[in-house]
C-alpha cells in the first residue's frame, strides 16, 4: 500500500510533507534515550515486513504493521515509520520520494491513534493484552485503507476505482494483521512486558 | 540462477540476429537466378512461387514464436531485477540500526559531558 510518485497533485504533496514534518517534529520531542533501541528494532521491522507478501488471487499484498508500531512506540511511531517508508522509497522503490509525505501520513496517522488506542483497552491480563493487539492491528490497517483511499479520491475521478478496489483487497490484509498483532503482542507480553509500554524506559 | 537464464537470453537473440542476418542473402540470390521467360513455364512458376511464399510464411511464423518467446524472458527478467532481494533488505536494516546507533551515541556523549561538568 504505497502510492506512487506523480498520482497526487502537487498541493496534496505539500500538505503530506508539511504533516509528516510536524509529526516527526513530535516524535522526536517525545524521545527517550532509552527507548532507541526499541525504535530502531521495530522499524527494522517495519521496513522489512513490507517483504511479507501474501498472495491474492491475481494480486498479492503485503503486511503493513501500523497498529503494531503504534502500539510498541507510542508517539515515536510517526518517527520510526517515516524512516522506514523512506528506506523502502529507496531501496524497493516503493512508492516514491515525492509522495513520502503523504505514505508516511498514511501510516504514520493511524499508527498514533492505534499507539493511545492500545494504551487504553489492553488491561492487565495476557488474552486482554492479545485482543487488544488485534484489535489495533486490524484497525490501523483498515485506517490506513481508508487514508489511501481518501488521498486517491482527491487525485482525480479516475481513482474512484483504484480506491475501491484497494479498499477491498486490503480486507484479508486487516484479518492477518489482526492475527499476526495478536500474535506479536501476547509473546511480548509473555517475554518482556516492559516493552508494551511506550515511553517507557526498556531496561 | 538469474545468470543462466540471461545466458540463454543472450544465446537465442544471438541465433535470432545471425539468422537475420542471412535473410538478405537467400534473397539476393533468388534475386540472381535468371527467370524462365516462356510462356508455357507459367503455371509451373507460378507453383514455385507458391511453395516459396509457404515456405517464407512458415519461417516468419517460427521467427514470431521465437520473438514472443524470448520477449516473456525479457520481461520475466526484468521483474525478478525489479523485486527487491537480501542485499536491499541487509542494506535497509544496517541503515536503520546505524542511525539510531549514532543518535545514542551522540545522546550518551552528551549526557557523559554533563555529568562531568556537573
Not at chain 2, 68 to 90: A, C, D, F, S, Y
Request: proline share 4%; with cysteine.
Amino acid at each position: 500500500m504505497h502510492i506512487a510518485d506523480g498520482v497526487l497533485p502537487f498541493s496534496i504533496t505539500a500538505a503530506g510533507y508539511a504533516l509528516t514534518v510536524c509529526g516527526v517534529g513530535i516524535s522526536l520531542r517525545t524521545l527517550h534515550n532509552e527507548d532507541l533501541p526499541k525504535i530502531a528494532v521495530v522499524t527494522a521491522s517495519f521496513f522489512v515486513a513490507s517483504l511479507v507478501h501474501l498472495p491474492l488471487g491475481p494480486t498479492s499484498v503485503h503486511l503493513l504493521l501500523p497498529g503494531i508500531v503504534g502500539a510498541l512506540l507510542g508517539s515515536s511511531s510517526f518517527l520510526s515509520i517515516t524512516i522506514g517508508l523512506f528506506l523502502q522509497s529507496l531501496l524497493f522503490q516503493f512508492g516514491g520520494l515525492t509522495a513520502l509525505g503523504a505514505n508516511a501520513l498514511m501510516m504514520g496517522t493511524p499508527a498514533l491513534i492505534c499507539g493511545w488506542l492500545f494504551r487504553r483497552i489492553r488491561g492487565q491480563t495476557r488474552t486482554s493484552n492479545a485482543v487488544a493487539g488485534a484489535l489495533v492491528s486490524g484497525i490501523g490497517t483498515m485506517m490506513a485503507a481508508c487514508i489511501l483511499a481518501a488521498l486517491l479520491m482527491t487525485a482525480g475521478e479516475d481513482f474512484w476505482g483504484v480506491a475501491r478496489v484497494a479498499m477491498i483487497a486490503h480486507i484479508p490484509v486487516i484479518v492477518v494483521e489482526a492475527l499476526v498483532g495478536a500474535g506479536i503482542v501476547s509473546f511480548l507480553y509473555q517475554v518482556k512486558p516492559e516493552l508494551l509500554i511506550p515511553g517507557a524506559a526498556s531496561g | 540462477m538469474r545468470l543462466r537464464k540471461s545466458r540463454r537470453v543472450v544465446h537465442l537473440v544471438f541465433w535470432l540476429s545471425v539468422s537475420m542476418l542471412t535473410v538478405p542473402f537467400t534473397g539476393w540470390t533468388a534475386g540472381q537466378q535468371p527467370a524462365p521467360e516462356s510462356s508455357a513455364q507459367a503455371p509451373e512458376r507460378q507453383r514455385d512461387c507458391a511453395a516459396v511464399l509457404a515456405v517464407v510464411e512458415e519461417q516468419n511464423r517460427k521467427l514470431q514464436q521465437e520473438l514472443r518467446h524470448i520477449k516473456r524472458e525479457l520481461t520475466l527478467l526484468n521483474q525478478n531485477m525489479e523485486k527487491p532481494g537480501i542485499r536491499e533488505v541487509i542494506a535497509g536494516v544496517g541503515f536503520i540500526l546505524g542511525l539510531f546507533g549514532a543518535v545514542a551515541l551522540f545522546s550518551l556523549r552528551r549526557r557523559f559531558r554533563a555529568d562531568r561538568e556537573a
